[in-house]
């Protein structure tokens, strides 16, 4: 049975930094493709960044180019997304999401998901 649960999440003042974590099961992290999404209030699920193998597609949105990166264990099978130099628009709840091909910002075409975690950032 295929698990995503998605931890480190919460309140954060502007500037400050969070680091998210995605703890995986069920599947061989090694060979699928993990992404990270967020979706704030009346508005879509947006890609953020994605790793699968060697490769890592950062940064999708570019309000987050420099700011945010995603990283891998494969021992732990945990993804991770270092948020750096938080904004009050970073606050949404956050996903990860796993697919067996290659990384893409479409969210449609991920077919497992976490449950997914608020990050607030507000002073």
């Known amino acids: 049975q295929v698990q995503l649960v998605e931890s480190g999440g919460g309140l954060v003042q502007p500037g400050g930094s969070l680091r998210l974590s995605c703890a995986t099961s069920?599947?061989?992290?090694?060979?699928?493709?993990v992404g990270w999404f967020r979706q704030a209030p009346g508005k879509e699920r947006e890609g953020i960044s994605c790793i699968k193998s060697n490769y890592r597609e950062d940064a999708y949105p570019d309000s987050v180019k420099g700011r945010f990166t995603i990283t891998r264990d494969v021992a732990k099978n945990t993804v991770y997304l270092q948020m750096n130099n938080l904004e009050p628009e970073d606050t949404a709840v956050y996903y990860c999401a796993s697919r067996p091909y290659g990384c893409t910002p479409i969210p449609g075409l991920y077919r497992y998901w976490g449950q997914g975690i608020q990050v607030t950032v507000s002073p």
């Open positions: 069920g599947f061989t992290l090694a060979d699928y493709a």
